[in-house]
């Protein structure tokens, strides 16, 4: 049987000449299992933490500890935390993300831009590359890649990108692409949280302390040149400022450490059970790194943190709720993608007599289509 080297690209959709070309803008988020069942996590914890930006440990080794031990053991612990966030509608971050997505579409048709917005998750369902698959075959030849991570970390940020490349490495034809690297000092964003915040204290007051928790990463990754420790600080910086806090009323932790290996620093839980037993009355808790609620923010933080602190003495938990579909923040998240899409036709009406004479021309050049 003969045996071909020859790449092997996707079927490519019908095509016309004469057909408009459109651009859209790509929401990714990182993802969630489709059900709170041990079987739908596991499903899911294997496609994330089988990637390789997720965890830098050679594939071999890793590939015995995920599915010698993790897989095992994990699922049905992990699905019990998803039941307590789940909602009628499903997955508290899928639900945010559409809500998102069709907001943003709105927020840009207002200001005149004929752009569609779609939302992908990184892991699960509505896959990027199905995503991509479904807007190439509607005929949209330009795609801005706007990942819901603020902060740029080869974790997440890259990993997104990774999703694109593989997808355009099996296409013919691809689309023009483009990408948003982070907007963790964008000043939408931080007035979105800003507000956010202000809005939260007005109504219950202020506390002692404000934390403000990261999801953690591995320590390693700073000091191998990853930026995301770096962003997340001048985020914190600049949005203490916003808030008019000095450097003793708010402080940076990180969370959702996996494993045994030293993460960035400090920790989100051990802080809190520290800061109950020095007295600290009152806290509250902001993610600024997660732009929709999920199982590490309302499980994670609002439930198991909320209990730490409290049975280390605290008197008073507050979670702040992230920006979801925060008005303020679907206006900045519409600015960063203006300031992406420049140059691009999106406020160009479609002439439909141009594409009538264009597809009329190539028919009579010998088009079939």
């Not at 015995?64 to 612990?77: D, F, V």
């Not at 996996?258 to 400090?266: D, F, H, M």
């Not at 600024?288 to 730490?308: H, K, N, R, V, W």
Request: with cysteine; proline share 7%; charged share 20%.
């Amino acid at each position: 049987m003969p045996f071909s080297l020859a790449p092997t690209f996707a079927k490519e959709p019908p095509f016309s000449h004469g057909q408009a070309a459109g651009t859209a803008v790509l929401l990714c988020n990182l993802g969630t299992p489709d059900e709170p069942t041990p079987s739908a996590v596991r499903r899911y914890l294997a496609e994330f933490l089988g990637d390789h930006r997720v965890v830098e440990i050679p594939r071999p080794i890793w590939w015995l500890i995920l599915h010698g031990i993790i897989l095992r053991t994990r699922p049905a612990k992990s699905a019990a935390k998803y039941g307590s966030v789940w909602t009628a509608e499903g997955s508290p971050l899928k639900v945010w993300t559409e809500k998102q997505a069709k907001l943003l579409e709105g927020w840009l048709g207002q200001r005149g831009h004929q752009v569609k917005v779609r939302y992908a998750m990184r892991y699960g369902s509505t896959s990027i590359a199905s995503q991509l698959d479904a807007l190439k075959a509607e005929g949209f030849t330009r795609v801005l890649v706007l990942p819901l991570y603020p902060q740029y970390s080869a974790t997440t940020t890259a990993s997104v990108f990774d999703a694109v490349y593989t997808w355009a490495a099996r296409t013919r034809l691809i689309p023009e692409l483009r990408f948003v690297n982070h907007y963790h000092d964008d000043a939408g964003y931080i007035n979105a949280l800003a507000a956010r915040i202000k809005k939260h204290w007005m109504q219950s007051g202020k506390p002692d302390q404000l934390v403000m928790s990261f999801h953690g990463v591995p320590e390693r990754t700073l000091h191998l040149g990853d930026p995301y420790h770096c962003e997340c600080l001048k985020t914190a910086r600049l949005l203490a400022y916003q808030l008019g806090l000095n450097k003793d009323q708010f402080k940076v932790t990180f969370q959702s450490r996996l494993g045994r290996a030293k993460w960035l620093q400090p920790y989100t839980e051990p802080t809190l059970i520290e800061m109950g037993k020095a007295g600290v009355n009152r806290v509250d808790v902001v993610c600024p790194g997660f732009t929709s609620d999920c199982l590490e923010t309302l499980e994670e933080i609002a439930m198991e943190a909320q209990e730490a602190f409290l049975d280390a003495g605290g008197k008073e938990f507050h979670y702040i709720p992230c920006l979801n579909d925060d008005p303020a923040w679907i206006t900045a998240m519409c600015e960063i993608a203006q300031q992406h899409l420049a140059g691009w036709p999106t406020r160009i009406p479609v002439d439909d007599k141009a594409l009538a004479a264009s597809r009329a021309a190539a028919l009579s050049l010998g088009a079939k289509q």
